[in-house]
């Protein structure tokens, strides 16, 4: 009996020339964290941080909380060994738990949970203590990745999760030691932890097949996930949505569908819109010629390249290199304790 539009017509194989999505999207992005240590959090607490363009993250080594973030209809309960990233920098309330409403004047200011490593701050009542390691992530000003936007407004992996993926319980037990006994170094040690941290739970999302949000849902796919990863591996072939559906064993409406599902855009706008977000970061970051940019991300014509790079960033491949400047390096993660960033 013939397989329905939208299902396999027969498992894909690996293929070649597939990448790495997630690392490609990261590494294009330029992450960085920004770690602002551990403070003790004696009940009763709470904490407000209002929106901003910054994300957060919380890994917990002792005790219990609340979450609320806005967007999310029920708050998120954590204890000893979750940890939760609030991707888009959406307002939200961390609190001990408890039912009563404390009073606007009884919030701990954010500013106090920034404190240096060897003397985390003691802050709240007197009350049960929990433990929290408190930070941030960016990505460049400008950045875009669908897969990235999808998230939801709070991704919350909690300690049985992670401990059924022994390389992210590894990093969660690592930065707890680490921040519980710091010494010197500590900070920069904290810091490389927080980036693997972040992918390692970006990674377990994407492998997850309940995973929250579209994006995510895609990386877990086999089919879209494999598309993906030839869109991502082999940006400068000539994609139409049949050939890229023939590689992954789809119809091309089943595929074209499910990709818009899974992503939350067509397959030829995605492969679009990564195509200049590589190129930015070409024309930013190498020496190569706008016509050699042009090629990598699959236009034969300059011409048409810089009309779809304006289009898409405002102003040409030319102006937006002298504007950003040439073969500037990558942006190193932070991995300090700054001090300007905002909680």
């Not at 806005?70 to 309960?77: C, N």
């Not at 404190?115 to 990505?139: A, E, H, Y």
């Not at 890229?244 to 818009?260: D, E, I, T, Y």
Request: contains cysteine.
């Amino acid at each position: 009996m013939p397989g329905r539009p939208n299902e396999l017509v027969e498992r894909p194989s690996p293929m070649e020339g597939q990448v790495d999505v997630v690392s490609d999207v990261l590494e294009t992005m330029r992450f960085s964290t920004l770690l602002f240590g551990r403070v003790e959090l004696a009940a009763p607490w709470a904490m407000r941080v209002p929106k901003k363009e910054t994300s957060s993250f919380y890994v917990v080594p002792r005790g219990n909380m609340r979450l609320r973030v806005d967007g999310l209809e029920a708050p998120l309960l954590l204890s000893a060994g979750d940890v939760v990233l609030v991707p888009h920098g959406a307002a939200h309330v961390v609190d001990d738990g408890s039912r009563r409403t404390l009073a606007a004047r009884d919030f701990i200011p954010t500013e106090q949970l920034r404190g240096p490593l060897m003397t985390p701050p003691r802050l709240g009542g007197d009350g049960p203590v929990s433990t929290l390691i408190v930070g941030c992530f960016k990505f460049n000003a400008g950045a875009h990745s669908p897969l990235l936007s999808a998230f939801p407004p709070a991704i919350h992996i909690p300690a049985h999760e992670s401990q059924a993926a022994p390389s992210l319980a590894a990093t969660v037990q690592l930065m707890a030691m680490e921040s519980s006994t710091p010494g010197q170094g500590s900070a920069i040690v904290l810091g490389r932890l927080a980036d693997i941290l972040l992918v390692q739970a970006l990674r377990l999302r994407a492998a997850t097949l309940s995973a929250e949000g579209a994006g995510l849902r895609a990386l877990a796919d086999p089919a879209i996930g494999a598309a993906l990863g030839l869109i991502h591996g082999r940006l400068s072939e000539a994609w139409t949505v049949e050939s890229l559906a023939a590689s992954v064993g789809l119809s091309r409406s089943g595929f074209a569908a499910r990709f818009h599902a899974l992503v939350g855009e067509p397959p030829l706008q995605y492969l679009a819109g990564w195509r200049m977000t590589k190129a930015a970061q070409w024309l930013r970051e190498s020496n190569d010629s706008i016509p050699q940019v042009a090629e990598r991300v699959g236009y034969a014509s300059e011409v048409a390249f810089h009309k779809a790079f304006k289009r898409w960033h405002g102003v040409g491949p030319g102006a937006y290199r002298r504007e950003h400047g040439a073969n500037r390096g990558p942006t190193v993660p932070s991995g300090d304790n700054e001090q300007s960033a905002s909680l």
